[in-house]
């Protein structure tokens, strides 16, 4: 028994060097093993925020970075499942559904899989407004993953993180809000509000796909500095 144990030990010490350094050049897939829901927030007849006078669509750009993220997951090995892949209705009810169905089973324990659900801010009152915000399930301590991604999309976007909540690390909040409060694993998970389509020069950076692209890669960053293995 004692040296099974202790061959398994070297094995997977070899296959974590073998990660490292690659064999003939190949590396293996970084985010292999990890299920991510990836939830672009709203859609059909529920357009998302009023954004003030950049009159970009909320719904159409949670959608955007969504498929931005999914092809960047998947290229990095993860197992991606989209609540939506066009722009049609999703109840909330069936969001929380569709990911309990995926992420909560018995052999997912809450460091292989996530959902992330995407939304983007907006302040018609405030329009210079710009800050991140990371909505975690209000009943548990904030998930390393939660607290990554904020400090990720801040780097990111140049954003800030604004006010904060006592207990929270800086732009994490707890949220009574479906997409976190009722999935599991229980505070594993994440809706992020990256940017506000309020404010002129962040509305100016939606609109370039580059940017985009960039906000996506933060959320996979946060995703592999938390949960790769
Ligand atoms: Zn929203």
Known sequence: MR????????????AGVLTVTGVHGQTSAPLSGIMVVVDAGHGGDDEGVDPGSSRLNEKVLTLDLAQRLARQLQAQGARVFMTRRTDRFVSLGARVRFTNVLLFRPDNAADQGRSISLHFNSNLLHPNLTRVEVLVDPMAPADPF????????????GGGFGYSDAGYPPGVHPADVAPVRWTFPRA???????????????????????????????????????LQR
Request: charged residues 15%; glycine residues 4%.
């Open 188 to 226: 594993a998970n994440v809706l992020s509000e990256s940017a506000f389509l309020s404010n002129g020069s962040q509305a100016k950076q939606l609109r370039d796909t580059g940017w985009l692209e960039a906000l996506a890669a933060a959320h996979v960053r946060a995703l592999r500095r938390t």
């Open 3 to 14: 040296s099974m144990v202790r061959s398994m030990g070297l094995a997977a010490l070899v």
């Open 146 to 157: 939660a607290v990554q991604l904020a400090q990720e999309l801040a780097q990111t976007t």
